[in-house]
């Protein structure tokens, strides 16, 4: 079993950042993808980004390239989310999911844990 914790969102003002944190327990971590997805009011869960294992491919929404950067420390059992130049748009639910098959996917039921959630508001 994997216990997923998101922290570090927040209200924010458009164009500002913050950085999203997941911490993860267990001892496989570096094994497996890990994913961000997002989920606004009245819409369906988005993916955002996805990192593989050793963290040299990573993949993103087009609706946040270039402004959000996907990372991990294996070390730490942490995968982060910087997001800048933030968007009244990009306010949302954000969860982190794992993926113990390692494909980092968009695809929502390919992950196999997910978080109970971080709030990310943007004020315009």
């Known amino acids: 079993q994997v216990q997923l914790v998101e922290s570090g969102g927040g209200l924010v003002q458009a164009g500002g950042s913050l950085r999203l944190s997941c911490a993860a327990s267990?001892?496989?971590?570096?094994?497996?993808?890990m994913g961000w997805f997002r989920q606004a009011p009245g819409k369906e869960r988005e993916f955002v980004a996805s990192i593989r294992r050793s963290g040299g491919y990573t993949y993103y929404a087009d609706s946040v390239k270039g402004r959000f950067t996907v990372s991990r420390d294996n070390a730490k059992n942490t995968v982060y989310l910087q997001m800048n130049s933030l968007k009244p748009e990009d306010t949302a639910v954000y969860y982190c999911a794992a993926d113990v098959r390692g494909l980092g996917s968009r695809l929502e039921y390919q992950y196999d844990y997910w978080g109970q959630g971080t709030q990310v508001t943007v004020s315009s």
């Open positions: 267990g001892r496989t971590f570096s094994s497996y993808a």
